[in-house]
């Protein structure tokens, strides 16, 4: 993880450690969990979901959280559009 830190640094990237998680997929990522993550001595929190590129993915990359999110979007906007 140094190696992942001096990168952004030489690239003057910076990495907002407190938004930053990770999730892992696959057969075997219940098996993850046990094992820490740290940039910069800071722990990076594992998650079942994140958003990247405003994508929902799980674990388990069954979608479901993803959609869920869209349609509670377009519930919103419709309702919205034929209340109003």
Same mark, same amino acid.
């Given at each position: 993880?140094?190696?992942?830190?001096?990168? $952004?640094?030489? %690239?003057?990237?910076?990495? &907002?450690?407190?938004?930053?998680?990770?999730? *892992?997929?696959?057969?075997?990522?219940?098996?993850?969990?046990? /094992?820490?993550? /740290?940039? &910069?001595? @800071?722990?990076?929190?594992? *998650?079942?979901?994140?958003? /990247?590129?405003?994508?929902?993915?799980?674990?388990?990359? @069954?979608?479901?959280?993803?959609? %869920? /999110?869209?349609? &509670?979007?377009?519930?919103?906007?419709?309702?919205?559009? $034929?209340?109003?």
């Amino acid at each position: 993880m140094a190696q992942l830190f001096e990168w $952004f640094s030489v %690239n003057r990237l910076s990495l &907002n450690l407190d938004k930053t998680c990770y999730s *892992v997929s696959g057969p075997s990522h219940n098996d993850v969990k046990k /094992y820490n993550l /740290y940039i &910069n001595g @800071k722990i990076i929190q594992n *998650v079942e979901c994140c958003k /990247y590129l405003g994508i929902l993915t799980d674990s388990d990359l @069954k979608w479901q959280d993803h959609i %869920n /999110y869209l349609h &509670n979007k377009l519930i919103k906007f419709t309702r919205k559009k $034929f209340l109003g």
